[in-house]
């Protein structure tokens, strides 16, 4: 079984201030990782995606996320917010194998203060 | 594409009617989500299916909910009878699993509100 751990429920920063939020998981087998951004009533859309190769991935809206493995942690990063990047971020894996269901962390809310 | 379509939009209903969500997955797509988004208690999975089979439905709360999937392009959440705890906004994802596993695409999910 896999699950996602959102380390902060809520993350205020001032605009054009860099952001991370923290994501870890725990699964017992090799898994893909993901972001995805909701913003006020809205369905969720992907941010970026880890499945293989470098551990950097990019994203859309200047967004980057870092998966390490030693630590089982995909945080996501960003140099200079925006307000336009108020919203709620989820982080989810899901597995290569078996069920693959996609399960979700229980969001972060960025707040961008002028 | 017009991406993954659920209806209603939002759905207001008494305590005790039966409740019906609707959800059309993107086409070629082979696994289907049902999610359940509340401020207490996050995004919840309730249940995946995968080729129209639902593989793992321990997220559904209780006997009252029950979801389908007749076809590839056509999935139900039935909730019956309804309380006012149900209220909660309920998302249908889609995605394709053959080869390399895809992302996810959202519907924009039906608000549901039981008085």
């Known amino acids: 079984a896999q699950s996602v751990t959102q380390l902060d429920s809520q993350v205020p920063v001032f605009e054009e201030a860099p952001v991370e939020l923290r994501c870890n998981y725990s699964s017992s087998v090799s898994v893909y990782l993901f972001w995805y951004v909701q913003y006020p009533n809205q369905g969720l859309q992907l941010l970026l995606k880890?499945?293989?190769?470098?551990?950097l991935v990019k994203g859309i809206n200047g967004f980057e996320a870092e998966f390490n493995k030693s630590q089982t942690s995909f945080h996501l990063r960003k140099p200079s917010v925006h307000i336009s990047d108020t919203a709620e971020y989820f982080c989810a894996v899901s597995s290569f194998q078996g069920a693959q269901k996609l399960v979700f962390g229980q969001g972060t809310r960025l707040t961008i203060n002028p | 594409d017009a991406g993954v379509i659920q209806s209603p939009r939002h759905e207001v209903t008494e305590m005790g009617q039966e409740v019906t969500l609707r959800c059309k997955p993107i086409?070629?797509?082979?696994?289907l989500f049902w999610y359940r988004q509340t401020m207490m208690r996050g995004l919840e999975l309730l249940i995946y299916f995968n080729n129209n089979v639902p593989i793992d439905d321990s997220g559904m709360p209780e006997d009252r909910f029950s979801a389908k999937m007749p076809n590839a392009s056509f999935s139900t959440l039935k909730i019956q009878p309804s309380e006012p705890r149900d209220s909660a906004v309920y998302f249908c994802?889609?995605?394709?699993?053959?080869?390399?596993?895809?992302?996810?695409?959202f519907g924009q999910g039906t608000r549901l509100t039981v008085v």
């Open positions: 994802a889609s995605r394709h699993t053959r080869g390399r596993v895809g992302e996810a695409f």
């Open positions: 880890y499945l293989s190769g470098s551990t």
């Open positions: 086409s070629g797509h082979n696994s």
